[in-house]
C-alpha cells in the first residue's frame, strides 16, 4: 500500500477539530483523490477500525485519542456540480456545507439555504443528518454515493438510507459517504438567496461564531430547545476547567486555551445531570465523542 495522499503517524488531531482538544489518531490518512482512497481502502485490513473526519465540527476527540485509520476529506472530494435542467445539484463529501449553499444561491437554485448555518462538511452533514434553522440533509437528497471497504462505490436511493432527527443508519457494509444528488428547484422569487443571508445573519447573531466550539451540544428535545433548558438552569457562563457554557448561547460549549477534551466530556455530564434534575428532561449529545479517554 502506498497512499499518495498524506499518511501520518501518531498524528494530532486537536488542531482539525473545532474544539482544538483531543488526542492524537494512530494513523491520519488524507487521500490524493477518489481512486487514492479506493486503493487504501481495498489494501488496509478487513479489522483495521476507520473513522471519517471531515472539518472537526461536532465531534468530541477524547484525549486518548483514536485507535486505526483517521480518513479526513478536506481539500479533497469537494466538487459542486450543479445540473439546471434536470434540477440537480451534486456536492462531494469534502465540500463546505456552506460553499454548496452559496453555489446553489448564486445558480438561482432553491432549497439549500439552510446549509449556509451548518459548520460541517456534505460529509458530516450525511452522516449524521445535520440541519439548522428547520432544515435538515436527507429530506433534501435524491441519492447518495456511498463507499464499502472493499473501495467498491455505489450510489443508492435516499430511500435505502434510514435516518431521523440528528441520526442516520447506512445499509450494512457501507464505510462512508462519498458524496450527494440534492433535488433542488429554480429560486423564482429569490427564496433561496434571501434564506442563505437570513440563516448567516441569525448564526452570526446568536452564535459564538468564531470561537472554538462545535456547534449545538444538545439536540432539542420535542417541543422545547435545549439552550432554553440550559440557561433556565443557571448554567450560562458556568465552566469545568477550561471547558464552559457559552453567554451567547446555552448549547455551545467553548474551550480555551489548556482546555483538554475532558474538560468538556465533564461539563456535557454535568450539564445533563443538572437539567434532568430540575426540570426532568435527559438532553441527549448531538455531538459525537470519538477515541479512548486518557
Not at 24 to 52: G, K, N
Not at 118 to 130: E, R, T, W
Not at 189 to 209: C, F, G, I, N, Y
Not at 260 to 271: K, P, Q, S
Request: neutral net charge; charged residues 20%; aromatic residues 6%.
Amino acid at each position: 500500500m502506498s497512499p499518495r495522499g498524506r499518511w501520518l503517524t501518531d498524528a494530532s488531531l486537536a488542531p482539525l477539530t473545532t474544539w482544538r482538544v483531543g488526542g492524537p489518531a494512530d494513523v491520519l490518512f488524507e487521500p490524493a483523490d477518489r481512486d487514492d482512497l479506493q486503493a487504501v481502502l481495498r489494501d488496509l485490513p478487513a479489522d483495521t477500525p476507520l473513522t471519517w473526519l471531515g472539518l472537526g465540527s461536532n465531534v468530541l476527540i477524547r484525549d486518548g485519542g483514536i485507535r486505526g485509520v483517521v480518513i479526513r476529506l478536506v481539500n479533497t472530494l469537494d466538487a459542486i456540480d450543479v445540473d439546471r435542467a434536470g434540477m440537480r445539484l451534486m456536492a462531494e463529501a469534502g465540500a463546505h456545507c456552506a460553499r454548496v449553499a452559496k453555489v446553489a444561491r448564486d445558480a438561482g437554485l432553491a432549497a439549500l439555504g439552510f446549509l449556509a448555518g451548518i459548520p460541517g462538511s456534505i460529509g458530516g452533514a450525511l452522516a449524521m443528518n445535520a440541519g439548522a434553522w428547520g432544515g435538515e440533509t436527507w429530506p433534501e437528497v435524491e441519492a447518495a454515493e456511498v463507499i464499502y471497504r472493499d473501495g467498491r462505490t455505489e450510489w443508492l436511493p435516499a430511500n435505502a438510507v434510514r435516518y431521523a432527527y440528528r441520526h442516520v443508519e447506512a445499509p450494512v457494509g457501507v464505510a462512508g459517504f462519498l458524496a450527494a444528488r440534492f433535488r433542488v428547484q429554480l429560486d423564482v422569487e429569490a427564496a433561496h438567496a434571501l434564506a442563505t443571508r437570513d440563516s448567516l445573519a441569525r448564526r452570526k447573531a446568536s452564535q459564538p461564531v468564531g470561537k472554538p466550539s462545535a456547534g449545538s451540544t444538545f439536540r432539542n428535545p420535542p417541543g422545547d430547545h435545549a439552550a432554553r433548558l440550559i440557561e433556565a438552569c443557571g448554567l450560562k457562563g458556568f465552566a469545568i476547567g477550561g471547558a464552559s457554557v457559552s453567554t451567547q448561547h446555552s448549547n455551545f460549549i467553548l474551550t480555551a486555551p489548556g482546555a483538554c477534551a475532558a474538560d468538556v466530556e465533564a461539563l456535557i455530564a454535568e450539564i445533563r445531570r443538572t437539567v434532568a434534575a430540575q426540570t426532568g428532561v435527559d438532553l441527549h449529545p448531538e455531538i459525537r465523542m470519538l477515541g479512548d479517554a486518557r
